[in-house]
């Protein structure tokens, strides 16, 4: 069987990358390294020796021009210390069919790169992006979550209804038009939705929706399924006393379950 390796970028206002680090190594991974961005820059660390990238929550750069828009543009524009584009070595690692997952301020990073959704196969072309939730406030709640079965998405395959927690003051998904909405939708590439747990449906009403997030998207996929970001935190659930119920006897599944798909996929690939 081989061996795991999860790399958690880290740096510019990150700040939940121990935890993701720790949820990976929960999941399964045999190594779950925190690395600066600035060491990627400085080719100390490369991404061909990875076979999970994670891009955690946080604030990259106080969130100033947008979340994550200015991580985006480092991504986008800078060379290693070897002079090869970040860029052509993110591209390198897509197409090696390896597997990426961002979460929040990471989700945002995909979408504002073009990682996300990449519909008709178009990366690193912006078709999407996350703008401010409708309440006009930062959400900090509990939220449950409907996979899509028919998704390809790695990620979420054969998972129940999730509940995680969000805290994010930009978590509305916005497409560019409503075509690229439809398409969303025909494709499969919504992995994730806001659900009433009532009926176990998506749902458009606020709090259950925390942003108003058109489809009630919670995360995307990209055509492969080997792409995930999602809004909610799933490394905020790791273990039954994260949750606010389990004294109550609520036992959810926990957010652990798409780390455990992802390392259990990548464990057959690499036989």
């Known amino acids: ?27 399964g991974a045999d190594r779950a390294d925190v690395v ?27 969130d100033d021009l947008g979340a994550a828009q200015a991580g985006a543009m480092r991504w986008r524009y800078l060379k290693d210390a070897t002079g090869k584009p970040l860029l052509h070595s993110l591209r390198e690692f897509l197409q090696a069919g390896k597997l990426i997952l961002g979460i929040c301020n990471g989700f945002q990073l995909l979408v504002k790169l073009g990682v996300l ?26 939220v449950h979550l409907l996979p899509n079965p028919a998704s390809p998405c790695v990620f979420t395959k054969n998972m129940p209804l999730l509940t995680m927690p969000v805290r994010h003051g930009e978590g509305k998904l916005i497409a560019r038009d409503a075509a690229c909405l439809q398409l ?35 995360g995307l996929t990209d055509p492969t399924g080997h ?23 609520e036992l959810d599944p926990p957010g652990t379950l798409l780390f455990v798909n992802a390392v259990r996929y990548l464990r057959d690939a690499l036989r």
Do not use: C
């Open 227 to 249: 792409v995930l970001g999602l809004m909610p935190h799933p490394e905020a659930f790791h273990h039954v006393t994260n949750h606010p119920g389990w004294t109550r006897g």
């Open 36 to 62: 600066h961005f600035s060491d990627l820059v400085a080719a100390k660390v490369h991404l061909a020796d990875y076979h999970f990238l994670i891009f955690p929550g946080g604030f990259l750069d106080g």
């Open 117 to 142: 959704p990449a519909l008709e196969g178009k990366y690193f072309e912006r078709q999407v992006s996350l703008g401010h939730n409708d309440s006009a406030r930062f959400e900090d709640r509990w």
């Open 184 to 218: 969303l939708e025909e494709q499969n590439l919504i992995a994730l939705q806001y659900a009433d747990p009532a009926t176990g449906q998506p749902t458009q009403e606020y709090p259950l929706n925390p942003n108003g997030s058109n489809l009630a998207i919670a």
């Open 1 to 27: 069987m081989g061996t795991v390796n999860a790399l958690v970028i880290t740096g510019y206002g990150t700040n939940s990358h121990m935890e993701t680090a720790h949820t990976a190594r929960l999941a």
